[in-house]
């Protein structure tokens, strides 16, 4: 906050950040130091206080991108950019909001007017971005959701305190409904610890004595192996929890990918490392009926699929099943995006809205900033709408023509693509692909040359590395075959969600190479241009 004569917003990047020195000269790339003051005197002229929220966004962005959006976002360096992504956007709105919070809380009088037109503005921009770009979901009303209500029921009698309802939704399966309209910062959900189902819920067992003097076995296992015991508990404090959970999970059927074949092989491995032996030895506490491979593989994709990692008030982080919030669903623009730390003043985990969620609309989280390929492996479904996360991998380390082995080409370790059509550069030099990536090929090609200029070697140096991308695009998709869509509506769900990411794979390959294709006729013209000047000069 200013002085009283003067009322400003202070955005500054962490030195901490660990990508600081990228985001400083993403910032200084559009005019911006890391620590910026922005005044907020009053104006006569229109539109002032939309374009101060304009600013403040800009900066925001930078400052809220995590890795895989920074290595994006430098392709847009010289460009007015709408959005990185969702996260970001929303992540960049409610800083905002959260520094004019703290400037009201010790304003003078004479600033609050100003402060408080800003801060609804902001709000208006959160609301508007997010009628913009979710994907509405459809509420199914033919579908009977007692047990679903007998646990908000069972819930709210052990201090759950929620604004939702669980309804089935069109696509989705079941999904959490708003109550009433529900605004940023309001608390949609909250879980008090005592229903969290943790490590310590299991240590007062007889179990948990046994389990305990195996060698190497993990509290995550550990909690695996008791939950397949307490579903069939009729005496369970979580009895009404298990009942709504399904007897079959939708990532049974993501076998299709060779990552889960592994992953499942490995789980064979450690399930015969524990069973028949532990049944043998303890039958009691481990009935031979209830410890089959297949509830054993149940249990597991009932932790994949719907566990949580929180952390408690003492600061260590718990793999936890949170009964009611596991039925909110995934967004790529959500309406909650934190809730994975313990508030130790209410000793509860709060689930706070970062944009509006309207009464009958379905309330979203995030999972995280994962792949469409992590969701399907892990929660057995594919994101609706364009996932910025999405990104074909190269292995580009062996890429060294002619480069001098003291003179490095690229601070970036690792490089890969998107679908291009999440550019807003497409011009010469950028071609909607990374900066990053662009520019580690052209220094390995010949790093004496200086890049982004017209010049007649530049442009055989920039045609040369288009060139090479092709070839490396075109025969991913000759790898990847073609994919009979029409034939989709004949195929299983798990076979269908298969084929759909294929495509995805497939269009992204596809959009890059288009793209190089787009970028080598640009080049020549260019470099038609530049080979006629020398003949008139």
């Not at 007017?113 to 979901?137: A, E, H, P, V, W």
């Not at 593989?297 to 932790?303: G, T, V």
């Not at 130790?344 to 969620?357: A, D, Q």
């Amino acid at each position: 906050m200013g002085t009283d004569e003067e009322c400003s917003i202070v955005l500054e990047l962490s030195e901490n950040d660990p990508f600081f020195d990228k985001k400083k000269k993403l910032l200084q790339s559009k005019g911006f130091s890391p620590k910026e003051r922005i005044c907020l005197t009053s104006s006569s002229e229109p539109g002032w206080m939309n374009a101060s929220a304009k600013i403040l966004l800009q900066i925001a962005r930078i400052i809220q991108l995590n890795e895989l959006e920074l290595y994006f976002a430098e392709d847009d360096a010289c460009t007015s950019v709408e959005f990185y992504s969702a996260r970001n956007e929303l992540e960049a709105l409610n800083l905002i909001v959260l520094l004019i919070d703290t400037s009201l809380s010790s304003c003078t009088h004479l600033h609050t007017n100003i402060l408080q037109g800003l801060r609804q503005t902001i709000l208006d921009l959160i609301s508007d971005f997010g009628d913009k770009n979710s994907m509405k979901g459809v509420v199914e009303k033919n579908h009977s959701c007692d047990k679903e209500e007998c646990l908000i029921e069972w819930g709210e009698s052990n201090g759950v305190k929620t604004q939702l309802k669980i309804a089935y939704v069109e696509g989705a399966g079941r999904g959490a409904i708003a109550r009433r309209d529900l605004k940023v910062g309001d608390i949609a959900l909250e879980i008090p610890v005592s229903v969290i189902i943790s490590e310590e819920v299991v240590h007062e067992t007889d179990m948990y004595r046994v389990l305990k003097e195996v060698d190497g076995i993990s509290s995550e296992t550990i909690l695996l192996l008791w939950s397949m015991k307490e579903k069939y508990n009729c005496d369970s404090k979580f009895k009404v929890y298990f009942d709504t959970l399904p007897e079959k999970f939708n990532t049974d059927g993501t076998l299709l990918f060779e990552e889960i074949m592994q992953a499942r092989q490995h789980l064979h491995a450690q399930y015969d490392e524990l069973f028949p032996a532990l049944c043998n030895e303890f039958p009691d506490i481990f009935p031979r009926e209830l410890y089959t491979w297949e509830k054993f593989l149940w249990a597991c994709e009932l932790w994949y699929s719907n566990s949580m990692t929180i952390m408690y008030s003492d600061g260590k982080l718990r793999t936890c099943l949170i009964p009611i919030a596991g039925f909110l669903n995934h967004s790529l623009c959500p309406h909650v995006m934190h809730y994975g730390k313990v508030d130790p003043s209410t000793n509860s985990l709060k689930f706070r809205l970062s944009r509006p969620c309207r009464s009958g609309e379905e309330c979203c989280l995030s999972y995280g900033n994962y792949s469409s390929s992590h969701l399907i492996t892990f929660y057995g479904f594919l994101p609706e709408g364009d996932n910025p996360y999405d990104v074909i991998p190269l292995d580009i380390d062996g890429y060294d023509v002619d480069s001098i082995e003291d003179k490095p080409v690229s601070n970036w370790t690792t490089h890969m693509v998107r679908g291009t059509w999440l550019s807003n550069n497409h011009s010469t030099f950028y071609y909607g692909l990374p900066a990053p990536l662009l520019e580690h090929l052209r220094r390995s090609r010949s790093p004496m040359l200086r890049t982004k200029t017209f010049l007649q070697g530049n442009l055989e140096n920039e045609l040369e590395v288009l060139e090479d991308l092709i070839c490396i695009f075109d025969d991913m998709m000759d790898n990847m075959g073609d994919i009979d869509l029409d034939n989709s509506e004949n195929c299983n769900w798990d076979e269908r969600l298969a084929m759909n990411f294929k495509n995805l794979q497939r269009r992204i390959a596809c959009s890059v190479s288009t793209s190089c294709h787009a970028g080598v006729n640009m080049l020549k013209n260019e470099l038609y241009k530049c080979m006629a000047e020398d003949i008139r000069g």
